[in-house]
DNA sequence: GAGAGGATACTCGGATAGATGCTGTCCGAGTAACTGGGG
DNA sequence: CCCCAGTTACTCGGACAGCATCTATCCGAGTATCCTCTC
């Protein structure tokens, strides 16, 4: 069980588009390091997750649908990681279990508990705690 | 993010072995509809785990290594889940976390709730709880 | 009856291969703003 | 000054490929028990 690229990337992201406060490029994230297109990817589920708002043309890019302190990471999670989590496969086996599996709840559960614990940071939380000297994220990329 | 099949196997494998309560071979527990070779490597990471034991040869198969009130689920996703969970790769790109990323921690503490919440069951909780009527479990292998 | 040696029944573990999802790349389509020319 | 068409600057989204991991299969190696033969 690992958590992808995806959600680092989006996360990182997230904070350099709050930290702007403005509407920003795709080249402009993809800076630090992030393949452009994949990027791309990311940040279309984030958009179609309510998380960022897009505008395309002359002028687009990408802004927070809403405050930094209302995004939470568990929201960045949801929105792109999957939810092909846990699934029981009792159905097409004989089950141990039998009909009332528990596993599965339990796993669900636990998951939930995961999810808990992201609900309690938000963007801005995250934000607030940074070192301002070392992070790129208050310089103006050149 | 996803649990793979390997907890499941383990988990109805375990199951099985705890309530018949005798060394079970592998073809035997390969009858709940599992790959057999593949179940044998399950196996092996159990036994590596200290959560088995096997005995090779004649009259061989596999056994609790302790009592099924001491075997939590906890045990059993540690045991087949790779520890691959999270690595934030902020050395490898301009990080916007700066050099004290927390976003890893987060994550690894989110982690650890999800296992505090698998170390609350039981091998013997599980069975307790399940229906002796639907389960395939209480009935010889014919 | 006892010991030796072979047959048997298992797990171990490496090699391999297909399936699936993650990561990354490419590119045409669509869209909105800007620009420049004609009325 | 205004409108329209063309250009430009973006995101959208589908197609594709490489790769890692999951899942599954195969098979020889190793090992412990059982059986049989011989004395």
Redesign the interface.
Known sequence: ?????KT?YA??SI??ISNKNRCVLLDELA????SREYLAKVMRMLTKSKILKSSVGVNGGYVLARTADMIT?EDIFNAV??E???K??AE?????????C??SA??Q???E??????RK?TIAD?IS???SE????KAEVT
């Open positions: 069980m690992r958590i992808s690229k680092e996360v990182h904070l350099y800076m630090q390091g992030i990471l990681e999957g092909n989590f846990y029981c496969e097409a086996r004989r089950c141990v279990l039998g009909e009332d528990r596993l339990i796993f559960d636990a998951r508990k995961f999810l808990e614990e992201l940071y995250i705690g940074l070192d070392l992070s790129w994220l």
